[in-house]
């Protein structure tokens, strides 16, 4: 069952989270969950529970009007994160929380859906493919320090 995220205490939201992204802190985690729930036009998420309601997958999106790579519409939706719990992988939970998007991302008037994940990140990149999303462009970036 996929279930939009309507509060920042949504069962299993922030366990998700925080598997995804371990080097956040909770309060960190805490202020994205409300910002995500305040922009509601604009953040989304998705949760997906298994057969004993328990929290298995975290989809989390965005509407973005600035430049994103490889796109030429506006807004885009953009994949800002999705996990599935290791033992519920490979049996269409992914897939799931993505058509959800999906859809939120139709009714907000999106033609694209966009996503990025690091050069290394090779089983990203093929779950990306598996989703259905092609491969734009490869991006490499810089920066210097002033002071």
């Known amino acids: 069952m996929i279930e939009r995220c309507t ?4 069962p299993g939201w922030l366990a998700l989270r925080e598997a995804l992204w371990p080097q956040c802190p909770r309060a960190e985690h805490e202020a994205e ?3 995500t729930i305040a922009a509601a036009t604009d953040l989304v998420a998705f949760l ?17 009007t600035d430049y994103v790579n490889g796109t030429n519409s506006s807004p885009v939706a953009f994949l800002e994160g999705i996990y599935v719990v290791p033992e519920s992988r490979g049996r269409g939970v ?11 991302a139709l009714s907000a008037g999106c033609r694209e859906f966009a996503s990025d994940a690091p050069q290394g990140n090779t089983e990203s990149h093929a779950m990306h ?3 259905g999303f092609e491969e734009t462009e490869r991006v ?8």
Do not use: D, H
């Open 33 to 35: 969950m409300a910002s």
């Open 94 to 104: 992914a897939r799931s929380l993505v058509a959800a998007v999906e859809q939120w």
């Open 140 to 147: 490499v970036f810089f920066r210097k320090v002033l002071a």
């Open 48 to 64: 997906a529970y298994g057969l004993a309601s328990n929290p298995i997958g975290l989809v989390e999106a965005a509407l973005r």
């Open 129 to 131: 493919r598996a989703l």
């Open 7 to 10: 509060t920042p205490n949504q």
